[in-house]
């Protein structure tokens, strides 16, 4: 049996196949990234099934990292785990990204190991292995608090925090071992499960979110009267208008190609936005959305609306229509990220229900280089 691991938790994307008859990866494609993995993961599975000269039929199992990681990260990784189990009717386990970076230490099941990812906010997610085994499970603590999670115990560190904690604590040394997680390992370590898993569609396997929002979250969003817009389903055949709409609004628009990648890629819809009173056959596109939906949860990967139909509420149109617009997935968050200058956005969403849950340090890059945070807000249904 040939099993598929994915991660795109960290920054880093990867996809590996590892035979259960031989007990050995077959395949392995990791490419590091600190954005950009759904653009990227359709093409590096691809990759990594052409070196092991098998197709998706031949996959009996999924794996993939369920977190901690970033928001985005999780899903996009998660997202498509699902999509395929459910599609192809495959088992699918889910592994955390601390253990799978835990694994990759040598001789760990003879260690203690101590896994840990910067955070950020003066924290990490950390979690302590002994001899292979959770020794707690995965926690969001302080650097101090991480440092000290070995007790009298000397312990070999792995991971983005590894150098902060082991400045912190003598009995940490730190490992030579790879710091962000490997599909490899991932693949590995599902085909090592004693317990038999079970069908996605009968056990979804959850993301595993350590950080709580930092704002409770507002109303669910109201209906509103569409008027003159109608909405739309896009695919990848709208790619080329949808790029042109895009460019209209950021100053490092998505390409005709990448739109049309991640339309194609699982759990991932787009709206669109029309003239409501045009002709069939000369429908004007106005604006539109593309989201992506994961274990009862959806993203909005990005929204634009053309530059001559501004101020005819296309934006508040198309978010309560992705809002209402459920689909199997039932999603009861609604997660978006937006610019720290981009205040107008960040208005309209609060004004429709959208808190701040959170932030990515310079994630945009204007055209004049200068960088800017991505504010995290998310809406509660």
């Given at each position: 049996?040939?099993i598929?691991?994915l991660?795109?938790?960290?920054?880093?994307?990867?996809?590996?196949?590892?035979?259960?008859?031989?007990q050995?990866?077959?395949?392995?494609?990791?490419?590091?990234?600190?954005?950009?993995?759904?653009?990227?993961?359709?093409?590096?599975?691809n990759?990594?099934?052409?070196?092991?000269?098998?197709?998706?039929?031949?996959?009996?199992?999924?794996?993939?990292t369920?977190?901690p990681?970033t928001?985005?990260?999780?899903r996009?990784g998660?997202?498509?785990?699902?999509?395929?189990a459910?599609?192809?009717?495959?088992p699918?386990?889910?592994?955390?990204?601390?253990?799978?970076?835990?694994?990759?230490?040598?001789?760990?099941?003879?260690?203690?190991?101590?896994?840990?990812?910067?955070?950020?906010?003066?924290?990490?997610?950390?979690?302590?292995?002994?001899?292979?085994?959770?020794?707690?499970?995965?926690?969001?603590?302080?650097?101090?608090?991480?440092?000290?999670?070995?007790?009298?115990?000397?312990?070999?560190?792995v991971?983005?925090?590894?150098?902060?904690?082991?400045?912190?604590?003598?009995?940490?040394?730190?490992?030579?071992?790879?710091a962000?997680?490997?599909?490899?390992?991932?693949?590995?370590?599902?085909?090592?499960?004693?317990?038999?898993?079970?069908?996605?569609?009968?056990?979804?396997?959850?993301?595993?979110?350590?950080?709580?929002?930092?704002?409770?979250?507002?109303?669910?969003?109201?209906?509103?009267?569409?008027?003159k817009?109608?909405?739309?389903?896009?695919?990848a055949?709208?790619?080329?208008?949808?790029?042109?709409?895009?460019?209209?609004?950021?100053?490092?628009?998505?390409?005709?190609?990448?739109?049309?990648?991640?339309?194609?890629s699982?759990g991932?819809?787009?709206l669109l936005?029309?003239?409501?009173?045009?002709?069939?056959?000369?429908?004007e596109?106005?604006?539109?959305?593309?989201?992506?939906?994961?274990?009862?949860?959806?993203?909005i990967?990005t929204?634009?609306?053309?530059?001559?139909?501004?101020?005819?509420?296309?934006?508040?149109?198309?978010?309560?229509?992705?809002c209402?617009?459920?689909?199997?997935v039932?999603?009861?968050?609604?997660?978006?990220?937006?610019?720290?200058?981009n205040?107008?956005?960040?208005?309209?969403?609060?004004?429709?229900?959208?808190?701040?849950?959170?932030?990515?340090?310079?994630?945009?890059?204007?055209?004049?280089?200068?960088?800017?945070?991505?504010?995290?807000?998310?809406?509660?249904?």
């Open positions: 049996m040939y598929l691991g991660d795109t938790t960290q920054a880093a994307c990867s996809a590996a196949i590892y035979d259960t008859s031989n050995q990866v077959c395949a392995r494609v990791w490419q590091k990234m600190p954005r950009g993995h759904a653009e990227a993961l359709p093409e590096i599975i990759q990594a099934l052409a070196q092991a000269g098998i197709s998706f039929q031949d996959i009996g199992q999924l794996a993939t369920i977190g990681g928001f985005t990260g999780v996009v998660l997202s498509a785990a699902r999509g395929f459910l599609a192809l009717d495959l699918l386990v889910g592994i955390t990204s601390l253990e799978a970076i835990a694994a990759g230490v040598d001789n760990h099941r003879q260690k203690t190991v101590l896994a840990a990812f910067d955070a950020r906010r003066d924290e990490v997610y950390v979690q302590l292995f002994r001899n292979g085994n959770p020794a707690c499970e995965p926690l969001l603590l302080s650097h101090e608090d991480a440092a000290n999670l070995v007790g009298d115990t000397d312990a070999e560190i991971g983005t925090a590894g150098e902060l904690l082991a400045a912190l604590n003598d009995r940490l040394s730190l490992s030579d071992a790879p962000l997680p490997d599909a490899a390992i991932v693949a590995e370590l599902a085909s090592q499960l004693n317990q038999p898993c079970q069908r996605a569609a009968q056990d979804p396997v959850q993301p595993l979110y350590l950080r709580k929002a930092d704002a409770k979250a507002q109303k669910p969003l109201l209906n509103i009267e569409p008027g817009l109608k909405l739309l389903p896009a695919s055949a709208h790619s080329e208008i949808l790029a042109e709409i895009h460019a209209q609004g950021f100053s490092n628009p998505w390409s005709a190609e990448s739109i049309a990648s991640s339309l194609s699982p991932v819809g787009a936005a029309v003239d409501g009173l045009a002709i069939d056959d000369e429908q596109p106005l604006g539109f959305v593309i989201f992506r939906d994961a274990a009862q949860e959806r993203e990967l929204l634009a609306v053309r530059l001559d139909a501004r101020r005819r509420n296309v934006a508040t149109f198309l978010l309560n229509a992705v209402r617009n459920a689909t199997e039932k999603p009861k968050k609604i997660f978006l990220e937006v610019s720290e200058n205040f107008a956005a960040q208005n309209l969403y609060k004004k429709l229900g959208f808190s701040t849950c959170g932030a990515r340090k310079d994630y945009y890059t204007e055209n004049d280089g200068q960088k800017y945070d991505a504010i995290i807000m998310q809406n509660a249904l």
